[in-house]
């Protein structure tokens, strides 16, 4: 077991990671604002249940094969680029389409937390960020490293659901208040979709 000292330093250094800005809390801002901070906390279920298969990775050394297969690690990011361009062209659909019948199109909460995992999954960068981060607060002196991963991983994964859900009940919030407003919400869409755009390709010519 690993202990509970090191526990709260890497709880600590996990909020700190999870806060500063990157792709996954990004897309939870763009889609809370575009659909509410239910909508984000789906998300965030979502990024945090994808979270748990880069441990398990980690964990059976999955990351260090992808990590050494150049193949394998461009069709994992290009699967996650080609998958937030489709994110950022619903978006874009939605401004055309639904305001047309001043109505507004509403995700389910299934729907959102697929795209919390595909988001997080397809991000081959994530389980390279583990393969580097969490050996450094395991010792194999605290007993089974592989056991010690799951722990540290578990803490992250507490770690995101607890900032991330932060981010969406602002974001969400936010929302919330110009949502009533056709010409805002084409706006605020437009904006989620150069988001999405800007993270695929960002991912797209992201490097090992």
């Known amino acids: 077991m690993i202990d509970s000292n090191v526990l709260i330093a890497f709880f600590s250094t996990s909020v700190i990671l999870a806060l500063s800005p990157g ?15 239910t909508a ?27 990590h050494s297969s150049v193949l394998a690690f461009g069709v994992i990011k290009f699967t996650g680029a080609a998958y937030l361009l489709y994110l950022a062209w619903q978006a874009l659909r939605a401004t055309a389409t639904t305001f047309q019948h001043r109505s507004v199109q509403v995700l389910s909460g299934g729907s959102l937390y697929r795209r919390g995992i595909i988001m997080n999954l397809t991000n081959p960068k994530v ?16 007993g089974s490293m592989m056991v010690q991963f799951f722990q540290l991983g578990g803490v992250f994964i507490m770690a995101t659901l607890l900032v991330f859900g932060v981010i969406s ?9 110009f949502r009533t407003s056709p010409q805002v919400q084409k ?3 437009r904006i989620a979709a150069l988001v999405f755009i800007g993270l695929a390709v960002k991912l797209a010519f992201s490097e090992r």
């Open 23 to 37: 792709p996954d809390n990004l897309f939870v801002m763009a889609q809370s604002a575009q659909n509410g901070r």
């Open 187 to 189: 706006t605020v869409n």
């Open 40 to 66: 984000g906390f789906y998300v965030t279920l979502g990024l945090a249940t994808g979270l748990i298969g880069h441990t398990v990775a980690v964990a059976f050394g999955l990351a260090a094969i992808v």
């Open 127 to 142: 389980s390279f960020f583990f393969l580097a981060f969490l050996p450094q607060f395991a010792d194999p002196r605290h």
């Open 169 to 177: 009940l602002f974001a969400g919030g936010l929302g919330d208040r």
